[in-house]
């Protein structure tokens, strides 16, 4: 799995977790271009680093490409998502 995958699975659990589509948070290609743009991601650039994109998901979803989130497997067969420096 890579890095686009994982992001991609991130944006669904979130959207999951507030009731609504993963494309009203970003469509696959503005997650593709916010992952190879990780290193200066420019918040004019990226609609997922504005306003309640940013509130809901964008700020985790850096957490994540910065690696201070880990990705896990839970009981459930669920993804989940924690910090990586406990």
Do not use: C, K
């Not at 699975?9 to 948070?25: M, Q, Y």
């Not at 916010?34 to 306003?51: F, K, N, T, Y």
């Not at 985790?60 to 910065?66: D, I, K, P, Q, S």
């Amino acid at each position: 799995m890579g890095l686009l995958e994982i992001a991609q699975a991130f944006l669904r659990a979130l959207a999951e977790s507030h009731e609504i589509a993963p494309t009203l948070l970003a469509t696959t290609s503005e997650l593709e271009a916010l992952v190879a743009d990780r290193q200066r991601a420019d918040p004019e650039r990226h609609a997922l680093l504005q306003g309640w994109r940013y509130a809901v998901a964008g700020a985790r979803l850096l957490e994540l490409l910065e690696g201070n989130l880990a990705v896990r497997v839970g009981p459930s067969g669920t993804l989940v998502f924690e910090s990586a420096h406990p």
